[in-house]
C-alpha cells in the first residue's frame, strides 16, 4: 500500500494541479452551499457511503488522465502538459485501489 506521505502528497498535488483549495474547504463550502450542517471534524458531512464516492471518482480520474495520456502519444493533445498530467493516472489509480482495499472490510 501507499505509506501516509505519499498520500498527503499526492492530495496537495492533486489539489495543486485542479488549480483550487484542497478537498477540506471545498467539501465545507459545498455542504455550506447545499444547506447542510456544517461539521468541522468530519469532512463527510453525513454523506453516507462517501468513501465510495470518493474512491469513484477517484478512477474517474484515472480513466481521464489515461485518456489524455493516449491522445498526447498519438500527437493530438489539447495542452502542452498533457504528457505530464496524463503520467499522472497510475498513482490516481494506485491511490483510489489502495483506498478500495481498505475500505473493503
Same mark, same amino acid.
Given at each position: 500500500?501507499?505509506?501516509? #506521505?505519499?498520500?498527503?502528497?499526492?492530495?496537495?498535488?492533486?489539489?495543486?494541479?485542479?488549480?483550487? #483549495?484542497?478537498?477540506? #474547504?471545498?467539501?465545507?463550502?459545498?455542504?455550506?452551499?447545499?444547506?447542510?450542517?456544517?461539521?468541522?471534524?468530519?469532512?463527510?458531512?453525513?454523506?453516507?457511503?462517501?468513501?465510495?464516492?470518493?474512491?469513484? !471518482?477517484?478512477?474517474?480520474?484515472?480513466?481521464?488522465?489515461?485518456?489524455?495520456?493516449?491522445?498526447?502519444?498519438?500527437? !493530438?493533445?489539447?495542452?502542452?502538459?498533457?504528457?505530464?498530467?496524463?503520467?499522472?493516472?497510475?498513482?490516481?489509480?494506485?491511490?483510489?485501489?489502495?483506498?478500495?482495499?481498505? !475500505?473493503?472490510?
Amino acid at each position: 500500500g501507499l505509506d501516509l #506521505p505519499l498520500r498527503r502528497r499526492f492530495r496537495r498535488r492533486a489539489a495543486h494541479l485542479a488549480g483550487g #483549495p484542497s478537498f477540506g #474547504p471545498r467539501a465545507r463550502r459545498r455542504r455550506r452551499d447545499a444547506g447542510l450542517q456544517a461539521d468541522h471534524g468530519d469532512l463527510r458531512g453525513g454523506i453516507a457511503h462517501f468513501e465510495f464516492y470518493l474512491i469513484f !471518482n477517484m478512477f474517474r480520474v484515472a480513466a481521464i488522465l489515461h485518456g489524455v495520456l493516449a491522445r498526447a502519444m498519438q500527437g !493530438n493533445a489539447a495542452s502542452d502538459d498533457a504528457v505530464d498530467m496524463g503520467s499522472r493516472a497510475r498513482l490516481v489509480a494506485d491511490v483510489a485501489w489502495t483506498m478500495a482495499q481498505r !475500505n473493503d472490510r
